[in-house]
């Protein structure tokens, strides 16, 4: 399994980026996806997440902001941003893990399987 985040960048905060993550060696008809994100000195924490049936699941903190998709044909995974603010400053990742469980929901300590190498996103005010 492999896993390559782009599109990570240094934004005015009220902007917006578009993250991509290409995924090797699985099939979306198995692994569900996601995003994490952490900043140094803190735990890492769950973004969104998507199901094989295109289900979607957001943390408080981004609802209303972002959006997860995929494009199958692709095998790639999107995390639309807006509307970012500072505190979205993070390493965001890409993750996923071959079925769903705790992680999927987001809760606190629970964490899939694989993960991609990261891509910074840097928010300024």
């Known amino acids: 399994v492999r896993l390559v985040e782009s599109g990570g960048d240094s934004v005015e905060a009220g902007g917006s980026l578009r993250l991509s993550c290409t995924a090797y060696g699985i099939s979306f008809d198995e692994y569900y996806m996601g995003w994490f994100r952490q900043v140094p000195g803190k735990e890492r924490e769950g973004v969104a997440t998507?199901?094989?049936?295109?289900?979607?699941r957001y943390a408080d903190f981004v609802k209303g902001r972002f959006t997860i998709s995929r494009d199958r044909s692709r095998n790639m995974v999107f995390l639309q941003m807006n509307n970012l603010t500072p505190e979205d400053t993070a390493m965001y990742y890409c993750?996923?893990?071959?079925?769903?469980?705790?992680?999927?929901?987001?809760?606190?300590?629970?964490?899939?399987?694989?993960w991609g190498q990261g891509t910074q996103v840097t928010v300024y005010s």
């Open positions: 998507l199901s094989l049936r295109e289900n979607t």
């Open positions: 993750v996923s893990h071959r079925g769903a469980g705790s992680w999927w929901y987001l809760q606190p300590g629970y964490f899939p399987d694989y």
